[in-house]
């Protein structure tokens, strides 16, 4: 039996006529493609690619129209052409040198951790929502703690500076990172499905970490992209996160680890730097234009100075673990 065959049977007892539009389509995917290992990772790529980039593109269109500069989070600091094209290719090149090899292993390792792939109906959003929930709860968690780890000096000097290059992110720079950090810190994407698909077989369907990834996407990117604008997720939901978090991860250096969600950093202390300088910011509204900027160019220099001093110092302490190390 040939593998287009071997794709058409596994449809043999579904009733197409009862499928959504949706559903129809993705069961004409697999047997299209003839070979659900390779209509797996090659959906996979597709959907990050275009995810990534199709998000990435409306930031790079804010940058260049002046008038979103009163939302920049940095006003001083616009990412030029030069260096987004720089992020690009080494965006790419991990793209394509680290996960497209990886991926055509995602199917046997979702079908060996009981997920469903090829499989229709496609789940309901009732389904989904608790499954999502979990999987940024999870991711949340893991690269807490991950990215904190990054930042111990020799993982941070080999590792995570690369990520650090941009003191003030833009949204294409979300993976900008060392192929060994996307690996580290893919494990808290795709954990939390993984766990729960072990726990629950055969209940978590790929079409829902497709999802998730589409949204986990999205919550990178837009934490990358600089702006915080007054309809900002973070201005509804006061524990998200949002560019306003990580972009002080970016320049002050050592606060805001997290990713989706503000609890951890606030339970375990890592935002108090970010949180005394919120609050200078906040005490600058009311007062005329021109000395709001002045204290908050003055601000934005000090906490920037701070996160200069503090990433030598990690540095520095690498470069003296080596040194032991060596002798
Ligand atoms: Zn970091
Ligand atoms: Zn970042």
Same mark, same amino acid.
């Given at each position: 039996?040939?593998?287009?065959?071997?794709?058409?049977?596994?449809?043999?007892?579904?009733?197409? +006529?009862?499928?959504?539009?949706?559903?129809? %389509?993705?069961?004409?995917?697999?047997?299209?493609?003839?070979?659900?290992?390779?209509? *797996?990772?090659?959906?996979?790529?597709?959907?990050?690619?275009?995810?990534?980039?199709?998000?990435?593109?409306? #930031?790079?269109?804010?940058?260049?129209?002046?008038?979103?500069?009163?939302?920049?989070?940095?006003?001083?600091?616009?990412?030029?052409?030069?260096?987004?094209?720089?992020? *690009?290719?080494?965006?790419? &090149?991990?793209?394509?040198?680290?996960?497209?090899?990886?991926? #055509?292993?995602?199917?046997?390792?979702?079908?060996?951790?009981?997920?469903?792939?090829?499989?229709?109906?496609?789940?309901?959003?009732?389904?989904?929502?608790?499954?999502?929930?979990? &999987?940024?709860?999870?991711?949340?968690?893991?690269?807490?703690? +991950?990215?904190?780890?990054?930042?111990?000096?020799?993982?941070?000097?080999?590792?995570?500076?690369?990520?650090?290059?941009?003191?003030?992110?833009?949204?294409?720079?979300?993976?900008? +990172?060392?192929?060994?950090?996307?690996?580290?810190?893919?494990?808290?994407?795709?954990?939390?499905?993984?766990?729960?698909?072990?726990?629950?077989?055969?209940?978590?369907?790929?079409?829902?970490?497709?999802?998730?990834?589409?949204?986990? /996407?999205?919550?990178?990117?837009?934490?990358?992209?600089?702006?915080? &604008?007054?309809?900002?997720?973070?201005?509804?939901?006061?524990?998200?996160?949002?560019?306003?978090?990580?972009?002080?991860?970016?320049?002050?250096?050592?606060?805001?680890? +997290?990713?989706?969600?503000?609890?951890?950093?606030?339970?375990?202390? *890592?935002?108090?730097?970010?949180?005394?300088?919120? $609050?200078?910011?906040?005490?600058?509204?009311?007062?005329?234009?021109?000395?709001?900027?002045?204290?908050? %160019?003055? /601000?934005?220099?000090?906490?920037?100075?701070?996160?200069?001093?503090?990433?030598?110092?990690?540095?520095?302490?690498?470069?003296?673990?080596? $040194?032991?190390?060596?002798?």
């Amino acid at each position: 039996m040939n593998a287009v065959n071997a794709t058409t049977s596994i449809y043999d007892s579904t009733d197409f +006529a009862s499928l959504s539009y949706l559903e129809q %389509k993705w069961a004409a995917w697999y047997i299209y493609i003839g070979n659900p290992i390779l209509a *797996t990772g090659l959906a996979s790529f597709l959907l990050h690619e275009i995810v990534y980039f199709g998000r990435s593109i409306p #930031w790079i269109i804010i940058d260049a129209i002046p008038y979103f500069r009163r939302w920049k989070l940095q006003p001083n600091k616009i990412p030029s052409p030069q260096e987004q094209w720089e992020c *690009t290719k080494q965006v790419l &090149f991990s793209h394509f040198m680290v996960e497209l090899p990886v991926i #055509w292993f995602f199917h046997p390792m979702a079908e060996m951790f009981g997920m469903r792939t090829y499989e229709v109906p496609l789940p309901t959003f009732r389904e989904m929502l608790p499954q999502l929930a979990w &999987f940024f709860f999870f991711e949340d968690l893991f690269h807490y703690l +991950a990215h904190r780890a990054l930042h111990y000096g020799p993982l941070y000097k080999h590792i995570h500076k690369l990520h650090h290059k941009y003191s003030a992110p833009f949204g294409l720079a979300a993976e900008y +990172a060392h192929p060994a950090e996307v690996a580290i810190l893919g494990l808290g994407t795709i954990g939390g499905p993984l766990i729960f698909a072990a726990l629950n077989p055969h209940v978590l369907h790929i079409a829902t970490v497709y999802l998730w990834i589409t949204l986990r /996407l999205f919550q990178a990117i837009d934490a990358h992209s600089g702006y915080d &604008f007054p309809w900002s997720l973070n201005k509804f939901i006061p524990f998200w996160s949002g560019a306003d978090h990580h972009d002080f991860h970016h320049m002050a250096f050592t606060n805001n680890f +997290a990713t989706s969600f503000r609890w951890w950093d606030r339970m375990l202390g *890592t935002d108090t730097s970010y949180r005394s300088y919120r $609050k200078k910011m906040a005490a600058l509204k009311g007062k005329a234009k021109s000395e709001r900027d002045a204290v908050e %160019k003055a /601000l934005l220099a000090e906490v920037e100075a701070q996160g200069l001093i503090a990433e030598a110092e990690v540095v520095r302490k690498a470069d003296g673990v080596e $040194k032991v190390k060596a002798a």
